[in-house]
């Protein structure tokens, strides 16, 4: 296995979108990375590959998978992951992530990534499923916390031990999206910024930030990790925090669904970039007070 370096950027990057390349192509964006959904992109040829040759020419990549269903009890797909593997070969990007998560189950794709319970059990298939992946990509990669509408009254390990047990067991690194911290803290009425004082930041590679919106079930207000807005001042406020903490860490703004003008996304990207160099310089200055004590 290795590890490509430098790795991605310490700055904001952006999830590409096509209808973005005419504007993306007219001059140096500033970006830090893109990122793409892999499974996108396992076709031979064709548009696809010729926007990504020319992002590749230019700027870091980040993949990220949505299809590899890590935390399923079934084996892994191998025809997928040769086509990850063949894909990865074919672009080297600088990071390969997927979720914690699974989306199939007897040979049929579930259009979602769905919840696992965080047992024993779990962690020992999830780590022996990491491996594999690992071993057969030649890479490392990065799980990435989910967003949970749902727990398993079977869970015996919080999620933030259940990672950073994981990441040690199989040398795998961590993205930790913040907006899912924030809906699931939401949604099941734990303290978003306690969560994330127990999350293992050394083993973070990648932040993820993206919108949400509101809906009502039969139990009342919930969260949904939709992708289709901006990021909210508090999102914002828990990835200074971070920051702040763990220094800077490439971010990528996620944004795949009602996706907006160039400008728009840009301008995200933006402000997420000035929260990451405040939060930055805030770190310096409370590093140099202690030193100076």
């Known amino acids: 296995?290795?590890?490509?370096?430098?790795?991605?950027?310490?700055?904001?990057?952006?999830?590409?979108?096509?209808?973005?390349?005419?504007?993306?192509?007219?001059?140096?964006?500033?970006?830090?990375?893109?990122?793409?959904?892999?499974?996108?992109?396992?076709?031979?040829?064709?548009?696809?590959?010729?926007?990504?040759?020319?992002?590749?020419?230019?700027?870091?990549?980040?993949?990220?998978?949505?299809?590899?269903?890590?935390?399923?009890?079934?084996?892994?797909?191998?025809?997928?992951?040769?086509r990850l593997r063949r894909l990865c070969e074919r672009y080297e990007p600088e990071s390969f992530s997927e979720h914690l998560a699974w989306s199939s189950h007897g040979g049929t794709f579930l259009d979602d990534l769905l919840p696992l319970p965080y047992t024993e059990a779990t962690l020992a298939a999830v780590a022996r499923h990491v491996d594999e992946a690992q071993s057969f990509l030649g890479r490392r990669l990065l799980l990435e916390n989910p967003a949970t509408y749902v727990r398993f009254a079977q869970s015996t390990i919080p999620e933030t031990a259940f990672l950073a047990e994981l990441a040690k067991r199989s040398g795998c690194g961590l993205l930790l999206d913040i907006n899912n911290v924030y809906v699931s803290a939401r949604n099941h009425g734990f303290d978003a910024a306690t969560y994330l004082a127990e999350f293992p930041l050394c083993r973070v590679e990648e932040i993820h930030l993206a919108g949400h919106f509101a809906t009502q079930d039969e139990d009342g207000a919930m969260l949904i990790d939709a992708h289709g807005s901006p990021v909210v001042s508090d999102v914002l406020a828990l990835y200074e925090q971070v920051i702040t903490?763990?220094?800077?860490?490439?971010?990528?703004?996620?944004?795949?669904?009602?996706?907006?003008?160039?400008?728009?996304?840009?301008?995200?990207?933006?402000?997420?970039?000035?929260?990451?160099?405040?939060a930055s310089l805030a770190r310096q200055t409370h590093a140099c007070g202690r030193a100076a004590a």
């Open 1 to 82: 296995m290795k590890d490509r370096t430098p790795g991605l950027p310490e700055g904001v990057g952006v999830g590409f979108k096509p209808e973005h390349f005419a504007a993306i192509a007219e001059a140096p964006q500033p970006v830090a990375f893109f990122e793409v959904h892999a499974e996108n992109y396992m076709g031979e040829g064709g548009r696809p590959h010729a926007h990504l040759r020319f992002l590749r020419e230019r700027y870091a990549l980040s993949f990220h998978g949505v299809g590899l269903s890590i935390g399923s009890c079934e084996p892994l797909d191998r025809d997928h992951l040769a």
């Open 245 to 278: 903490r763990a220094g800077p860490l490439p971010t990528l703004i996620e944004w795949d669904n009602d996706v907006p003008e160039w400008p728009l996304l840009r301008a995200e990207a933006a402000t997420a970039r000035e929260r990451l160099e405040r």
